[in-house]
């Protein structure tokens, strides 16, 4: 797998050529279901954070399943440090049965877990980002009430295993972005389940 090393005063033009939102630029206000609650998840009212984190994610992929405990582990650490965490299932009930509100749900409620899941049916948010696969990751910076974007790339570098784990991408690029810092990463192309 080609690895390519970027930095954050750098455009991301390897990204471009694929459509992906670049870094700097802006994600658009988005209204979606949580579907653990009914509830309607409007960005707009959520502009009090300093990082936003979207995964997308669905739960039946083997990858999001793998990941689930792991992304979980960050949400909570770092909840108290104004990090917001949103899952999104980008997949359609029609062409997969686990995106149902129901069994989305029912596997939020088994763990619990500790952030939104949104559904994303007609690919609203996904389409706009460019998500062909999940798990995908995208983290926000919170500048003038505007969330725009600072990384994209690999949860960490053992997608099938935790415990393999060496270096952890996201952790580190949040830890930075709270910090006021430049980084580098990796950005490796995603391991994951095909969006239905």
Do not use: W
Request: overall charge positive; charged content about 25%; glycine content about 2%.
């Amino acid at each position: 797998m080609t690895k390519l090393i970027f930095y954050l005063s750098l455009s991301f033009s390897s990204l471009a050529s694929y459509g992906q939102l670049q870094h700097g630029e802006v994600l658009e206000n988005f209204r979606l279901t949580n579907a653990v609650n009914g509830s309607t998840f409007n960005l707009e009212e959520e502009y009090n954070h300093q990082l936003l984190v979207l995964i997308f994610f669905a739960h039946d992929c083997p990858y999001n399943k793998i990941y689930t405990e792991r992304i979980i582990k960050l949400a909570k650490n770092y909840d108290t440090r104004d990090v917001f965490v949103v899952a999104i299932n980008p997949n359609s009930p029609a062409l997969n049965a686990e995106a149902s509100p129901a069994k989305m749900k029912k596997y939020a409620e088994s763990f619990p877990l500790p952030f939104p899941y949104l559904e994303d049916p007609q690919k609203i948010v996904s389409t706009k980002l460019h998500i062909t696969k999940t798990p995908s990751v995208y983290v926000f910076k919170n500048i003038s009430n505007k969330y725009v974007m600072q990384y994209r790339a690999a949860i960490d570098d053992a997608p099938e295993k935790e415990k393999s784990v060496k270096e952890s991408y996201l952790a580190k690029a949040i830890d930075a972005l709270l910090a006021n810092k430049s980084f580098k990463y990796r950005y490796t192309e995603e391991v994951g389940c095909q969006i239905k």
